[in-house]
């Protein structure tokens, strides 16, 4: 039996909170540039979590930004968000390899203040997420 499009993103949005705990921790104990990423991934699974839940079929993509964009098909209140929230996108490839940073590695340029603001971040998607998947429950 399919799940329910409101399990579905349920689902996806569960995994974002497990990863939002680890980010934490990751940022708590020095692990930055490895925070940052997850923040961006923590982001894209929150995203999806309400394309899913809104419907959606299959939601290809990385991109905070363009996520929130589609979001925004659903729910105009995204696109007042999208500025902000896609600054993640910049943790997506240079927070994993060195090429994508001259002269130095993700593991000395990415600094706690750098975590701490990826994971406000992301904790502040998985929450707005979570408020309008329960919106849609009732």
């Known amino acids: 039996m399919r799940r329910s499009q409101i399990d579905e993103g349920k689902r996806w ?4 909170s497990e990863d939002l705990k680890w980010a934490k921790d990751l ?3 020095g692990g930055y540039y490895i925070s ?4 961006q991934q923590i982001g894209e699974k929150a995203l999806k979590a309400f394309l899913y839940a809104k419907g959606e079929e299959i939601v290809i993509g990385h991109s905070i930004g363009r996520l929130c964009n589609s979001a925004a098909k659903f729910d105009k209140v995204f696109s007042d968000r ?9 943790y997506y490839v240079p927070t994993r390899y060195p090429n994508s940073l001259p002269d130095s590695i993700p593991a000395k340029v990415y600094t706690s203040q ?5 994971v406000t971040l992301a904790e ?4 707005f997420i979570a408020a309008k ?6």
Do not use: P
């Not at 940052?36 to 923040?39: H, K």
């Not at 502040?124 to 929450?127: A, D, N, P, Q, T």
């Not at 998947?133 to 009732?138: G, L, S, Y």
């Open 13 to 16: 949005l569960e995994q974002a």
């Open 27 to 29: 940022a708590n104990r």
């Open 36 to 39: 940052c990423f997850l923040a």
């Open 82 to 90: 999208v500025k902000e929230w896609a600054i993640l996108d910049g």
């Open 114 to 118: 750098a975590a701490n603001s990826a």
């Open 124 to 127: 502040e998607i998985v929450e």
């Open 133 to 138: 998947i329960k919106d849609m429950e009732t």
